[in-house]
């Protein structure tokens, strides 16, 4: 199994909790991980570094993985819905 895991520093002028919930639905209707994929924001009192948000998801394999990252549908929810959302460091 392969865990997969991102974190996301959002805009500082958009709404936390709503880009959470856009993320959340949008990358939620990508196909590939064996599990539902785990979304949260930092640990209260931790050394978040900076980030904001975060997700975990888990593959069967690299090959699922690199499926994944490789589909039309995950390129679209980067582009159309994670992109203009968070910031680029």
């Known amino acids: 199994m392969i865990q997969h895991v991102v974190f996301w520093k959002i805009r500082p002028d958009l709404d936390k909790k709503e ?7 949008a990358l939620g209707s990508v196909p590939g991980p064996v599990k539902p994929m785990q979304f949260s924001p930092p640990r209260p009192g ?7 948000f975060g997700f975990t998801a888990y593959f069967e394999s690299p090959e699922t993985l690199e499926t994944y ?5 995950h390129h679209k929810v980067v582009k159309e819905v994670i992109n203009p959302r968070v ?3």
């Open 69 to 73: 990252m490789k589909s039309d549908a």
């Open 46 to 52: 931790s050394n978040t570094h900076g980030w904001d």
């Open 87 to 89: 910031v680029r460091e």
């Open 19 to 25: 880009v959470e919930d856009a993320i959340k639905d």
